[in-house]
């Protein structure tokens, strides 16, 4: 299947990096073709200008030639790769910025001729997503977690009935040792390709 | 009471900007000390740098770029979010001000033994999203309701234990009439007087 992998995070060497990496590992053992965006390495603008906001509802929404990369692969893709840092309980600017001009009406979703919303990713199998955590888990559970909600809730509203979604956490990074970093990226590697 | 309102949208002929002025006029008839921070207007950059994250946890004093943001919180009572919401929550730009400003030593410390953050905003006893959703509140629901959270919940623990919330939201703009619209801008000004 063709695969597009969402990397985000701003330094070169990260964890974050890492498990991307092990992803991209997985999804290649496993025959499956990979387009990889770093968002950060691409200079992508994540906010969304006033003219953008303008072309939303004309013909031609993307404006911006990186978006229009993004939105290409999108459409051909079956599986959706997410792998970024959970800052303030959701997804960083960058990233919310990168869906909110990507998945604008004709690739994200489509509106119908009543001007409601109707799914405009069915051609996608799988969404997986592959976070860092600074908080433990019970206090992810017990206040956070809106970036997973926003991808596996939000995003999958807009996919067909047959999608399955992975969810790969990490909680309590700053606390964690090298072994547990170790034993995560192993097993989104064994994840990635066995999906 | 001193009041930060925090507006996000680019276009100053938005529906976003109409819930701006009518909050605003609401806020300064009820007497509250008023500042505004328009975020596309001062051009706020809303991607958290490499810079940024490696000196994460220094003291905010070497981050002239938000010293006026980190300032602001530290000197309001109330804080008033305004935005659209898109994609189930805030827009990149004011993501990207959470992101880029509440910061260590402006919203929490870190413990040097934990990973639990320690609030540094109790000065803030007031937090009141106004906010529009293109969706149903059902669909809103489905979603999860990730913006919501994000206020309500994890920036509201970072303020003092008695913050009082009040969301207030105008579902299905997509789909909705002018008297719908003029409706919820009357609705803001009855809460925000309050």
Redesign the interface.
């Known amino acids: 299947m063709r695969a597009v992998v969402v990397l985000t995070h701003?330094?070169?060497q990260s964890f974050t990096r890492a498990a991307c990496d092990a992803a991209v590992r997985g999804l290649e053992r496993a025959g499956h073709e990979v387009t990889f965006f770093d968002l950060?390495a691409m200079g992508f603008q994540?906010?969304?200008?006033?003219a953008e906001?303008v072309a939303y509802h004309s013909d031609e929404p993307i404006l911006d030639p990186l978006v229009a990369q993004s939105a290409a692969a999108l459409r051909a893709a079956q599986i959706l790769v997410f792998v970024y840092p959970t800052?303030?309980?959701?997804?960083?600017?960058?990233l919310?910025?990168w869906?909110?001009k990507t998945?604008v009406p004709g690739v994200g979703f489509v509106f119908n001729k009543n001007?409601?919303?109707r799914p405009g990713l069915t051609h996608v199998r799988r969404i997986v997503g592959i976070s860092t955590y600074?908080?433990?888990r019970a206090?992810v559970k017990a206040?956070?977690d809106?970036?997973r909600?926003?991808l596996m809730?939000?995003?999958r509203?807009q996919t067909g009935l047959r999608l399955r979604s992975t969810w790969l956490p990490f909680y309590?990074i700053?606390?964690s040792t090298a072994e547990q970093r170790a034993d995560f990226l192993a097993r989104v590697e064994s994840r990635m390709a066995s999906l | 009471m001193k009041t930060l309102v925090i507006f996000c949208h680019p276009s100053p002929n938005s529906f976003a900007a109409a819930v701006l002025d009518t909050s605003v006029a609401a806020l300064h008839a009820a007497g509250h000390d008023v500042r505004v921070t328009d975020l596309y207007a001062e051009g706020f950059n809303p991607a958290f740098s490499a810079h940024d994250h490696e000196h994460h946890l220094d003291d905010p004093s070497t981050k002239p770029d938000i010293a006026s943001h980190a300032a602001n919180l530290r000197w309001c009572e109330s804080l008033v979010l305004v935005y659209p919401t898109w994609w189930a929550g805030q827009p990149a730009m004011l993501k990207g001000w959470i992101d880029r400003v509440w910061v260590n030593g402006v919203a929490w410390q870190l413990p040097a033994d934990g990973n639990r953050l320690r609030p540094l905003l109790h000065n803030i006893r007031r937090l009141h999203v106004v906010t529009t959703h293109g969706s149903s509140k059902w669909i809103n629901a489905l979603e999860g309701e990730g913006g919501k959270r994000t206020a309500l919940r994890s920036l509201r623990v970072l303020c003092s234990p008695r913050c009082r919330t009040r969301w207030i939201a105008l579902y299905n703009i997509d789909r909705s009439t002018l008297e719908q619209r003029n409706e919820f801008l009357r609705r803001v000004t009855a809460q925000l007087s309050k």
Request: without cysteine; proline residues 9%.
């Open positions: 701003p330094r070169e950060y994540p906010a969304m200008t006033n906001i800052w303030w309980s959701g997804l960083p600017a960058m919310k910025g869906l909110e998945m001007h409601r919303v600074g908080s433990p206090y206040v956070n809106n970036g909600r926003t809730r939000a995003l509203l309590a700053d606390t």
